[in-house]
């Protein structure tokens, strides 16, 4: 008998599971609105041209070599996306006190900076929102951290539960640290206004909890990479210290090439310095030093003013089809006379809309309809296309009636 004979079969990913489902479903008219990953009009992933060009030129490229990156990674890449994340005139760059490490796309950034909370942050718990990204409980846990839920999301107005999340942030022990989507939460799709924020760091900085950003999709949720930032740069700009993790997967549509980014701000570069030193510890013994393709990619991309300037027209080209996706779902739903209040989809932001579909209603819209999305009742905006849009409405329009 094997020695693993004893082992039970895992559940699926609650995400991921969903896409395996809907590889076995042979019906010609099924949908897919689960993972969150871009598509075409025409439902097809898409690499953008800019992406294309930077891989030829890396290609065409004769002193490049295929040696192993530092630990801590490509140098320009960091030095980049500290720079898109903070802005390019941000007092912290400036003054060098940004410790930039490559990772392994967002999940990596936020591992590594968990683990590094967890061996040298006085405080050990980390406060999520509920709901969050599934992983996120995980991921900190796995890292060392203890995980708490701050409220965040109120299903009766479909929006943000404010007074429940400053409630909950102002009752955490000072110097807890604060997980915070930057733009665009996952899975709700609704976001602080640029007030609110301004109140949550105000009562962050008074209780000095630690802000961690999540950030999987800058340029993403509005089209303007600066404005989905401003949550992020508020924070930097009093001089304070925080954790962001950047992903290329989204807003580059480099999902696969796994390319991200962890950056701690300190109060000095003396403290950096030193930061980047652990980081490099806890980097080492776990995957040794990062992949370097895809941080090749972001690099080349990102010193070139006019590739730049083509990746941000091509951000905004999918954040746009996004938003249309939304104004066309929510009059589609209209058309129907579908009962209920459906504004919250074209008020949330970013790749996914929480339509507020229960359980047992996204369960019938598989069965009866195969489309499918995770139980919680979200949806992937980019999953979706003019073609399609009927056939969801139709669908939704018949689980709630
Ligand atoms: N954080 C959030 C909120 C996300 O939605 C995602 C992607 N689903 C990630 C992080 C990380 O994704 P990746 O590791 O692919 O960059």
Redesign the pocket.
Known sequence: ASVFAGILQAPEDPILGVTVAYNKDPSPVKVNLGV?AYRTEEGKPLVLNVVRKAEQLLVNDPVRVKEYLPITGLADFNKLSAKLIFGADSPAIRENRVATVQCL????S?RVGGEFLARHYHERTIYIPQPT?G?HPKIFTLAGLAVKYYRYYDPATRGLNFNGLLEDLSSAPTGAIVLL?ACAH?PTGVDPTLEQWEQIRLLMRSKELLPFF?S?YQGFASGSLDADAQSVRIFVADGGECLAAQ?Y?KNMGL?GE?V?ALSIVCKSSDVAARVESQLKLVIRPMYSNPPIHGASIVATILKNSEMYNEWTAELKMMADRIISMRKQLFGALHERGTPGDWSHIIKQIGMFTFTGLNREQVAFMTKEFHIYMTSDGRISMAGLSSKTVPHLSDAIHAAVT
């Open positions: 969150g796309s967002g999940t990596g936020l990204w992983n989507h996952n999540d999987a992903s997967a999902y796994r991200g």
